[in-house]
């Protein structure tokens, strides 16, 4: 039986017992009120709880699906998305920018900033790069020849 059913048979036993008059006409509507509570509210707790197990699964279904992997990397993705990061940082000329501009010697940068683009990188493909191999990252090149490694990528 539906909460629709339910709530009509209520209303229709609410409807026929106010229509009898009654010596104590309060005591029968009072008593009315009681079944109408007792027919509804598990109906209501029932369905409710099936809503929620439903959604439950649907939202658990969805965020397997949505957060499964990684999209697919390619060399060509890996070198717009570390060229686009690298634009962005405000300490480097994006007219001088290439594949082979060297980080200290052509683009101005000290050691600091070199760090600060090594975490941008980190932060960009999600992966910590160790400091060892973040010392010899010195160029564009070399920072999407080690992500390709790091993440399987040969074309």
């Known amino acids: 039986m539906s909460f629709t059913q339910i709530a009509r048979n209520c209303g229709r036993l609410a409807a026929a017992l106010g229509t009898k008059r009654m010596a104590s006409s309060a005591v029968v509507q009072s008593q009315a009120a009681r079944m109408m509570h007792r027919i509804a509210v598990p109906a209501v707790a029932n369905q409710v709880s099936q809503e929620m197990v439903s959604s439950r699964c649907r939202w658990q279904t969805q965020s397997v699906r949505r957060y499964s992997a990684k999209p697919p990397l390619s060399l060509k993705l890996i070198d717009e998305r570390v060229l686009l990061v690298l634009k962005l940082y405000d300490k480097i000329d994006s007219s001088k920018l290439n594949v082979d501009s060297h980080f200290i010697n052509d683009l101005g940068l000290d050691s600091l900033d070199h760090v600060e683009v ?38």
């Open 118 to 155: 090594i975490m941008a990188m980190e932060d960009e493909f999600g992966f910590e790069i160790p400091d060892s191999d973040a010392e010899k990252l010195l160029k564009p090149a070399d920072i999407i020849q080690y992500v390709a490694d790091k993440e399987d990528v040969y074309e």
